[in-house]
């Protein structure tokens, strides 16, 4: 069965760090993107970035480039999505997802989705 | 930049057919052919249930269904159930640097 697994849910005050993992399984974890995407609460998905495990090629949203940063251990399967400095305005539900792609185009669809990790940042 | 444009809400009988509209505003509209969409119930993650604009995975009924016409993507849900009821979100690979999802559309089943 192919799956992605999420760490858990965190709680963190504001100025702290944090990183969250994506654990792929049941599947080629280097032959697909992985994608970030934000939900806030009661809010539509945003795309955060996505990176390629097999050579780490990652491409940020520009809304969130130089906010978050992206990365991936393909010995291990799994992706991360860390901050060095969280804002109240990070709490969200964060998802990954495996992008499937072809030729030139990054990644035509998401599918399957990791479960989410919620994020709260609150002082 | 490039948007994806979904009304807010649409609503439905129990056994009729709705559809739901994805329009792309963008400079590159000739990258929108890899449309794609996506169901999420409330506290659960999206699950993809049309992929390049009119591809139903395999687990997904076929009352599901997908199609493109110039600038606007459309998810058609015939034979609407209670089960239905759900958030409807619409992805596009628009080029190189650009992936887009819609705002999102809530569907009601009255």
């Known amino acids: 069965e192919v799956q992605l697994v999420q760490s858990g849910a965190e709680v963190k005050k504001p100025g702290e760090s944090l990183k969250i993992s994506c654990k792929g399984s049941g599947y080629s974890f280097t032959s697909y993107w992985i994608g970030w995407v934000r939900q806030m609460p009661g809010k539509g998905l945003e795309w955060m970035g996505i990176?390629?495990?097999?050579?780490?090629?990652?491409t940020y949203s520009p809304s969130f480039q130089g906010q978050v940063t992206i990365s991936a251990d393909k010995s291990i399967n799994t992706a991360y999505l860390q901050w060095s400095s969280l804002k109240a305005s990070d709490t969200a539900m964060y998802y990954c997802?495996?992008?499937?792609?072809?030729?030139?185009?990054?990644?035509?669809?998401?599918?399957?989705w990791g479960q989410g990790t919620l994020v709260t940042v609150s002082s | 930049q490039s948007t994806l444009t979904q009304p807010a809400s649409v609503s439905g009988s129990v056994g009729q057919s709705i559809t739901i509209p994805c329009t792309v505003t963008s400079s590159d509209v000739g990258g929108y052919k890899y449309v794609s969409w996506y169901q999420q119930y409330p506290g659960k993650a999206p699950q993809l249930m049309i992929y390049d604009v009119s591809n139903r995975p395999s687990e997904v009924s076929n009352r599901f269904s997908g199609s493109k016409s110039g600038n606007t993507a459309s998810l058609t849900i015939s034979r609407l159930q209670t089960e239905d009821e759900a958030d409807y979100y619409c992805y596009s690979y628009i080029n190189y640097n650009t992936l887009v999802f819609g705002g999102g559309t809530k569907l009601t089943v009255l």
């Open positions: 990176i390629y495990p097999d050579d780490s090629d990652i």
């Open positions: 997802a495996r992008g499937t792609f072809s030729g030139s185009s990054r990644v035509r669809w998401f599918d399957p």
